[in-house]
């Protein structure tokens, strides 16, 4: 098997699966195209995490991600649940392989999207505006399939971005395309083609 | 627990026979086939019933038999050796879009020697139009590579009509055969190929034994240069017991080719007609006819292939996908996505592929399981719910 057991318990029960009818947070990250999408719904009652649910289109890591993630968050505050980063989630789950830590490690993201949304809509109802019932998406998280240079769409099997013509591979450290032929990822500043 | 193994494009079993013709090769008869000594002459002797062997499997002379080390092998020798053989003829290769990667690849680092590869499409089903070949044929043409059959969705490509076009252009014809040879009658002559690749684990032989037939006299440039092996076209000390366990493999598919396929068709038909009818919203990917009798191959929407295939496994059937998560470069599937499928649906690849020994029993315990996997991920999944309320439920 290529994950750890802990990972495979998330992906076989994963915890909190499920929409929240009326959530005060909405949170929506990836996409069909990467082959990873997670939407985190959010219930926040005197500053805390009440209640989280997620849905999520993905692999195993995506699917145990977002269910760690829920687990790690309810009850916490906002700002601690603020404090959650990718890494800390793929840590908490004894580790993901390499080409999952970007796709599928959307978990912190989704539910920071939700948080994101959730103090929007606290703000609108403060100015006494409608407030959007659209889920609020971390469009910069789209990496996995976007240019680093120029942001613009890398469509299907291409790894050439056409708007800024340049060659793209993805780094084998953090999984983000970065330039072909660099010495170093322009994401993770890992070193490349190591002598 | 019950364990099904689904994925038999992947890998097939050694069979008994096939294992007891090896070992000797593998214990005692150790010696090196170019050895002048006796030992060395019967272990050349065996390479060279296996040549035989393999030459009959698919209509041609022993003399056009090159063993390699893998279908990968044979179809790089084929691409990069052929054109690069003909390179004061032009410059200008075409494959289709749905070629194994060791063809796609090889084309690909061709282009960074000067040549031009023109990659013909497929229509919905996977099948390559032989007037697209016909059309992407130029005068600085040298090479036509087009698969007989895909071991992704399983269907088989007109390669007959195909070369009948290139031996009127005077283009050589190769077909990467790895995923048909050995399940399917193959004939070169019928074919009208000049190269074709095999590979043994596809029927029963070992990993690491493979060939490519070539026709005589047909010009080729070596990969691997050195000894005086394989005619000087393919150095290295022969893999012996993967070779006499080739040999032995392509006899006994030769043999048992017609009741094996009848086996199996009838289980793959089953499958096809019943996994759709158990679970709505699946779809067939390939073509229903024209396809290989052992694999039936699936898109599941609004969840994605590597879930299916974890849960799957926890339930003992092992199956593979073209989807990106389980593919280690996160693509989905370029067979899929040239057939015009859509991403997201393509995500949902599922293919499962069937041996001889395939039971009744394997495919109605698949088809026992596999409703309530996709009813669980479908519930995980933000697409279905969006669908479900698109729908009104």
Not at chain 1, 75 to 90: D, H, M, Q, R, W
């Amino acid at each position: 098997m290529i994950y750890s057991d802990k990972v495979m318990e998330h992906f076989t029960n994963p915890r909190n699966v499920g929409v929240i009818k009326d959530a005060d947070g909405v949170g929506q990250v990836g996409n069909p195209v990467c082959g990873d999408m997670m939407t985190f719904t959010i219930k926040v009652d005197d500053g805390r995490l009440k209640d989280i649910k997620f849905q999520t289109f993905g692999c195993g890591a995506a699917i145990a991600v977002s269910s760690m993630v829920s687990e790690m968050a309810i009850g916490k505050t906002l700002e601690e649940a603020l404090e959650i980063t990718n890494t800390s989630v793929a840590e908490e789950l004894g580790g993901l392989p390499k080409n999952k830590l970007h796709c599928s490690n959307l978990g912190a993201d989704a539910l920071h999207a939700a948080i994101e949304d959730y103090k929007k809509r606290q703000e609108s109802l403060k100015r006494g505006e409608p407030v959007a019932a659209v889920p609020h998406e971390h469009k910069e998280e789209l990496e996995g399939c976007y240019c680093p240079y120029c942001e613009g769409s890398i469509e299907g099997l291409d790894e050439f971005c056409h708007k800024c013509e340049i060659e793209l591979e993805e780094c084998p450290e953090c999984g983000k395309y970065t330039k072909k032929g660099d010495e170093s990822c322009v994401n993770c500043g890992a070193s490349l083609h190591k002598a | 627990m019950k364990s099904v193994y689904l994925d038999h494009i992947a890998a097939t079993p050694i069979h008994p026979l096939v294992l007891e013709a090896m070992l000797p090769y593998l214990r005692e008869q150790y010696a090196n086939p170019q050895s002048l000594h006796s030992a060395g002459q019967e272990a050349m002797a065996a390479l060279e019933e296996a040549r035989e062997k393999t030459a009959a499997l698919v209509g041609a002379d022993g003399a056009e038999i090159y063993f390699t080390s893998s279908g990968s092998e044979s179809n790089n020798f084929a691409v990069k050796g052929l054109a690069l053989a003909q390179r004061d003829k032009g410059n200008h290769l075409v494959i289709s879009a749905v070629e194994h990667q060791s063809v796609l690849h090889s084309a690909k680092s061709l282009e960074k020697l000067g040549f031009v590869a023109t990659v013909v499409p497929v229509d919905k089903w996977g099948r390559v139009d032989p007037e697209e070949v016909r059309k992407a044929i130029r005068k600085e043409t040298v090479l036509v590579s087009v698969m007989l059959a895909n071991g992704e969705v399983g269907t088989i490509e007109p390669v007959a009509e195909i070369a009948g076009i290139c031996r009127g252009r005077k283009v050589l014809i190769h077909t990467d055969a790895v995923a048909a040879a050995g399940n399917i009658p193959v004939n070169v002559k019928e074919l009208g190929v000049d190269a074709l690749s095999l590979a043994a684990h596809q029927f029963c032989g070992p990993k690491g034994a493979a060939a490519l037939y070539l026709k005589k006299a047909t010009r080729i440039l070596p990969l691997i240069d050195g000894g005086i092996q394989e005619g000087g076209r393919r150095a290295g000390t022969e893999n012996v017991a993967a070779i006499v366990g080739l040999g032995k493999a392509a006899e006994l598919a030769a043999a048992e080719m017609v009741p094996r396929m009848s086996a199996m068709t009838a289980l793959r038909n089953k499958l096809m007609a019943e996994l759709p009818r158990r679970v709505s919203r699946v779809v067939l990917t390939g073509h229903s006819e024209e396809r290989l009798p052992h694999l039936a191959s699936f898109c599941v929407e609004f969840i994605e292939g590597e879930g299916m295939l974890l849960s799957l496994d926890m339930k003992g059937i092992s199956a593979s996908s073209g989807s990106a998560c389980t593919s280690k470069a996160l693509k989905a599937s370029h067979v899929l996505l040239a057939m015009g499928m859509d991403h997201a649906l393509a995500q949902g690849s599922l293919v499962f592929s069937l041996i001889e020994g395939t039971t009744a029993g394997d495919i109605d315990y698949l088809l026992e399981v596999f409703p309530p996997i996709i009813d669980r991920l479908r519930k995980m999944s933000p697409l279905y719910t969006k669908y479900l309320e698109e729908k009104g439920q």
